[in-house]
């Protein structure tokens, strides 16, 4: 299973970015998609989930409100939608998958398939 995660970049705060994950060698459909992020010097952390079908959604309290996350199930994708972005988003973003139903959604040794991280910096 691949996960090609794209989008990152240099905005200003306030700012907004939308990242993307292409998904290859398992059936999109059967993947929980996730993210999660990790700043220099700090743990990896969860950031957002999107169920199977797309109908469920949970995000970290530090974004509620201004990330949102989404899936294309024909195009093998999952966005996270970045806006009104503050420095301390500032991290490298990965995405993430697993079969795994609707459960441990926030714990990252629970997502078999990782991405490679894709760097966003928030400038003040």
């Not at 949970?58 to 409100?65: F, M, N, P, R």
């Not at 996270?80 to 139903?101: F, I």
Request: with cysteine; aromatic share 12%.
């Amino acid at each position: 299973v691949q996960l090609q995660a794209s989008g990152g970049g240099l905005v200003q705060a306030g700012g907004s970015l939308r990242l993307s994950c292409a998904v290859s060698g398992h059936t999109f459909t059967a993947l929980r998609m996730g993210w999660f992020r990790q700043a220099p010097g700090k743990e990896r952390e969860f950031v957002a989930v999107i169920s199977q079908s797309g109908g469920w959604t949970d995000y970290a309290d530090s974004v509620k409100g201004r990330f949102i996350t989404s899936r294309d199930n024909a195009k093998n994708t999952v966005f996270l939608q970045m806006n009104s972005l503050k420095p301390e988003d500032t991290a490298v973003y990965y995405c993430a998958a697993t079969p795994k139903g609707w459960r441990l959604l926030r714990i990252n040794r629970e997502y078999e398939y990782w991405g490679q991280g894709t760097q966003v910096t928030v400038s003040s």
